[in-house]
């Protein structure tokens, strides 16, 4: 039974991890860039949607905000900040890092923003959902309705993206783009715009993560710090390049830290997600989904 | 060659004589930041020496400077060592965690790396809560004393305790840029800049690549440790909240800031890190706001520059202007 309870604790957790690997994996396709701002962008339509819930009183209706918040504020940081700084700095001895400083430095940006705006303190973004489990018989077991709304949720926003992608022509531009951008732009695809696209995309995932999680915790400015590291080691392990891989990284790294905490302890949560990733990159650094050519330099 | 080698020598004595001669002659609050700034030089240039040179990115220096903070503090705690003793030991235990981590980074390019060392980052401080010997969130208090009595009476006056600490983060600076520019000169840093340059021309000419961006990874290490034991002594303990991810990002962008290719714009990017926040606070009572924007005003301007420096001038801005001359 303990062994079916932490299963189920580590899906939940799973299912969010799983969402902010999309958002990373769906930006390193369309830009080969590992987006380290999505922690901010994710907080910042989170801090949104709490806006909007305190003025209507109702979480669901401020979701939807959120992710749209979130799908402008990827589109925006890409259509003004990434796309000038592809344009100027691909030459240089920087130039593989000035990507990954640039979205840290938006980072830093967003988190003194949402520092300023709202204070460092910890703010309440609640679900009307109960957060205690479902009982079967005599057992409760600890997967409440907010969980089962996480991994509904959660599963929900894959499948509208592999949707989008396997059966639209907006997904068919999207992937042509990612895999050779010149020859796309020569078969009439726009290019940065359909990158831009791909960016809002990341944006609302990650935004929906912000907002399915947020309740099960709090809001402060760099309260999904942790999330964006889980989620980059859920995207390695899936291979950083496929989406379904960033899926099932997340779900499998939620189960992994699900069973560290209950039979190894508290104490090195923090440190596991390190562990991991360097278990993961020296034993397949390719991930279990991701194509050949990787991280390796040479 | 050698006259050129002991010019620089005399004018690195001179910069250290001159600027100990200064503490007399400035406020308690400057020393300190004197110190900081100096602090701030050593883990600026140790991520210069592995991101301009050796091409690898760190987001995890704050890490090591905690793994160097807490080792001196730990030895000086309860081996007793002099403290220059417990500095080293800081600087090798950093070292240590450095090659092994190298180890790692040697197989990773750009985003990876950088991804990998955040986990560090984020996850090496909480480690002080788990171990009873590390003092969990209220951390160690760590005490090197006041100055040797003949250094004070040598120098006349009151010698204070930050001003001690002032002269010692000084010549370590001093001694920490020496050291670097005279590596960088040396095979290695020919190797590293050969590595960085073209990887592929650099292992057809026999340079063991993975051995020399672990090289470069460790020897950075020991340096970000140093800083980090410097840190301990500035703030008199080592703890987890002395160690955030902020910290690491702080460095970053100091290096960035500084031109990650130029070793003497570590000292501007240094500046430019202890200034800000002096700057926004002055800007913030002026202006009557709440703390909400004076603690938040430093990280905004700071993220801004860095955002404009990478968009605007990746190499730094002096490498970019010569560029442009030769243009």
């Not at chain 1, 009183?57 to 979130?70: C, D, E, R, T």
């Not at chain 1, 700095?89 to 000035?98: D, N, R």
């Not at chain 1, 302890?265 to 991701?290: K, M, N």
């Not at chain 2, 040697?106 to 985003?111: E, F, I």
Request: charged share 10%; net charge positive.
């Amino acid at each position: 039974m303990l062994f079916l309870d932490t299963l189920l604790i580590g899906l939940s957790s799973g299912a969010i991890y799983a969402l902010m690997a999309l958002a990373l994996v769906l930006v390193w396709r369309s830009t080969r860039v590992v987006n380290f701002a999505q922690a901010g962008q994710a907080i910042l339509s989170t801090y949104l949607g709490y806006e909007v819930m305190s003025v209507t009183h109702n979480y669901w209706v401020s979701i939807p905000f959120a992710i749209l918040g979130g799908a402008a504020i990827a589109a925006f940081v890409d259509a003004v900040i990434m796309r000038s700084l592809a344009k100027r700095s691909h030459k240089g001895s920087v130039s593989e890092i000035a990507p990954v400083i640039a979205t840290l430095g938006l980072l830093g940006l967003i988190r003194s923003l949402t520092g300023m705006i709202w204070g460092n303190a910890y703010l309440q973004y609640t679900s009307p959902l109960s957060s205690k489990g479902y009982t079967i018989g005599s057992h409760t077991i600890p997967f409440s309705p907010l969980n089962l709304v996480i991994v509904v949720g959660a599963l929900f926003v894959m499948g509208v993206f592999a949707a989008i992608f396997k059966f639209t022509n907006l997904g068919l531009a999207l992937r042509a783009a990612s895999f050779q951008p010149e020859i796309s732009r020569l078969a009439g695809i726009r290019v940065d715009r359909i990158r831009t696209v791909g960016w809002a995309f990341a944006g609302a995932a990650g935004a929906v993560a912000g907002a399915l999680v947020t309740p099960t915790t709090y809001l402060s400015p760099n309260s999904l710090d942790l999330l964006l590291v889980s989620g980059f080691v859920a995207a390695v392990i899936g291979g950083l390049d496929s989406l379904i891989g960033a899926v099932l990284g997340g779900l499998l790294l939620g189960v992994g830290f699900a069973f560290i905490l209950q039979y190894i302890g508290t104490s090195v949560t923090f440190s596991a997600a390190f562990i991991i990733l360097i278990l993961v990159l020296f034993v397949r650094p390719r991930g279990i989904l991701g194509s050949k050519v990787g991280r390796r330099d040479a | 060659m050698r006259k050129s080698k002991s010019l620089s020598a005399l004018i690195f004595l001179a910069i250290g004589l001159f600027l100990l001669g200064l503490s007399n002659f400035v406020d308690e609050l400057r020393v300190y930041q004197g110190a900081q700034i100096a602090v701030y030089v050593i883990a600026i240039s140790s991520i210069i020496l592995l991101t301009g040179y050796s091409g690898q990115i760190s987001l995890g220096h704050g890490a090591l400077m905690a793994i160097g903070g807490y080792a001196a503090v730990l030895s000086y705690t309860y081996w007793h060592v002099p403290f220059l003793i417990a500095f080293t030991i800081g600087a090798l235990a950093a070292a240590l965690g450095g090659f092994i981590l190298g180890m790692a980074a040697a197989r990773l390019s750009g985003p990876y790396l950088a991804g990998t060392t955040l986990a560090l980052a984020v996850g090496l401080p909480s480690l002080a809560n788990q171990f009873h010997i590390l003092g969990g969130e209220q951390g160690l208090s760590f005490d090197i004393g006041e100055a040797p009595k003949w250094i004070a009476n040598k120098t006349g006056g009151d010698f204070t305790q930050y001003k001690w600490f002032f002269w010692v983060s000084v010549v370590c600076a001093l001694a920490t840029i020496w050291f670097i520019k005279n590596l960088l000169q040396s095979r290695f840093g020919r190797t590293w800049r050969a590595v960085r340059g073209n990887p592929s021309a650099a292992a057809l000419s026999g340079i063991n690549i993975g051995r020399s961006k672990v090289l470069a990874f460790t020897v950075s290490s020991a340096l970000a440790g140093l800083a980090g034991a410097l840190l301990a002594m500035l703030l008199g303990l080592v703890a987890p909240m002395a160690f955030t991810l902020t910290l690491s990002f702080t460095i970053v962008t100091g290096a960035v800031l500084a031109g990650v290719t130029n070793l003497a714009g570590s000292i501007v990017g240094a500046v430019v890190l202890v200034v800000i926040p002096e700057f926004t606070d002055a800007v913030a009572t002026h202006l009557g706001g709440s703390e909400k924007i004076s603690a938040n005003l430093p990280g905004l301007i700071t993220s801004v520059l860095l955002i404009l420096t990478v968009i605007f001038a990746p190499n730094g801005p002096k490498l970019h202007k010569r560029k442009k001359a030769n243009n």
